[in-house]
Each structure stands twice: as structure tokens, then as C-alpha cells.
């Protein structure tokens, strides 16, 4: 018989977005920092060039923030792999026979006037150890992870 091996790549847009978004808007306000510093011009225009200097180095800080935290949690993200043997995620794994539960919740985004925005399911994967393995929906294919739980260990899900 054919163990079963199933792999789900991580969907990393969002995070990639702001990564690449943080990376070009770090070059562009630096460039206009550093443009306004070198400009040679009047007195009566330095306080004004050296109040944009200051606000373009302000979002420099900002993009490149943006982009340094971006790029550590698109290194984070991890396929996952479903088997005969269990559950695992990068170096994270976890045998079948150690799973306490396995759930999905819904993380609703509200805005001001308290009204869904948007609903991702987040699936939650306890080991009796106390580790937790805790995916998003926006990242990785649950409803495919949880079929392939469904196929390799029904048991698990009846609850």
C-alpha cells in the first residue's frame, strides 16, 4: 500500500506586496531625501527644503520598516505537509498520535461603523504537547489541508 503524502505551498501575496511596496518606496524617498540635502539653492528656501529632507527621511524609516518585517515573515512561511506519519511545517512536526484537536475559527475584520470587512478561517492544529500549528487562510490552502487530513486521519475531524 502507498503511503499518502500530501505538500501545500504557502501563498505569500499579501506579504510580498508589502515587501517589494516597502523596498520601492524606501529607494524613492531616499533618493528625494538625499536630492534635497545635496540641492544647492537660496536661504530663504533652505528651512523649507530641509522640512521635506526630514519628512522624506521620516517615510525612508517607515518603507524600509515595513519592508525588513515583510521580508521576515515571508521567510517564515513554510509549506506544510500532510502523510501517513503527520503533520508538519518546516522544521515543525507533529505525529498523528499526538494531535489533541484540530479546529477552524473565523478572525472578523470590523471597520469603524462595526461592519465585517472581511472573514478568514484560521485553521488550528494542537499537539497534547501544547504546541500549536496555526494557519491562515490567506497564506495556505485550508479547505485543501483539511481534505487531506479528511483522507489520511477522518478520525481526527469527526469531532
Given at each position: 500500500?502507498?503511503?499518502?503524502?500530501?505538500?501545500?505551498?504557502?501563498?505569500?501575496?499579501?506579504?510580498?506586496?508589502?515587501?517589494?511596496g516597502g523596498v520601492a518606496l524606501?529607494?524613492?524617498?531616499?533618493?528625494?531625501?538625499?536630492?534635497?540635502?545635496?540641492?544647492?539653492?537660496?536661504?530663504?528656501?533652505?528651512?523649507?527644503?530641509?522640512?521635506?529632507?526630514?519628512?522624506?527621511?521620516?517615510?525612508?524609516?517607515?518603507?524600509?520598516?515595513?519592508?525588513?518585517?515583510?521580508?521576515?515573515?515571508?521567510?517564515?512561511?513554510?509549506?506544510?505537509?500532510?502523510?501517513?506519519?503527520?503533520?508538519?511545517?518546516?522544521?515543525?512536526?507533529?505525529?498523528?498520535?499526538?494531535?489533541?484537536?484540530?479546529?477552524?475559527?473565523?478572525?472578523?475584520?470590523?471597520?469603524?461603523?462595526?461592519?465585517?470587512?472581511?472573514?478568514?478561517?484560521?485553521?488550528?492544529?494542537?499537539?497534547?504537547?501544547?504546541?500549536?500549528?496555526?494557519?491562515?487562510e490567506s497564506n495556505y490552502s485550508?479547505?485543501?489541508?483539511?481534505?487531506?487530513?479528511?483522507?489520511?486521519?477522518?478520525?481526527?475531524?469527526?469531532?
Amino acid at each position: 500500500m502507498e503511503s499518502q503524502s500530501f505538500e501545500f505551498a504557502a501563498r505569500a501575496t499579501q506579504e510580498s506586496q508589502w515587501f517589494w511596496g516597502g523596498v520601492a518606496l524606501a529607494l524613492l524617498s531616499g533618493a528625494g531625501c538625499l536630492f534635497l540635502l545635496l540641492r544647492k539653492g537660496r536661504k530663504e528656501n533652505y528651512t523649507l527644503r530641509m522640512l521635506g529632507a526630514m519628512g522624506l527621511f521620516f517615510l525612508f524609516l517607515l518603507s524600509m520598516g515595513s519592508a525588513v518585517f515583510s521580508g521576515l515573515a515571508l521567510n517564515r512561511l513554510r509549506p506544510v505537509t500532510a502523510s501517513e506519519e503527520g503533520l508538519g511545517c518546516g522544521k515543525w512536526k507533529l505525529a498523528w498520535d499526538q494531535v489533541r484537536n484540530i479546529r477552524i475559527i473565523r478572525s472578523q475584520e470590523k471597520n469603524v461603523l462595526n461592519v465585517v470587512q472581511r472573514n478568514t478561517r484560521i485553521l488550528i492544529v494542537e499537539g497534547r504537547d501544547g504546541e500549536r500549528l496555526i494557519l491562515s487562510e490567506s497564506n495556505y490552502s485550508v479547505s485543501g489541508i483539511l481534505g487531506a487530513i479528511r483522507q489520511i486521519r477522518p478520525e481526527l475531524l469527526e469531532e
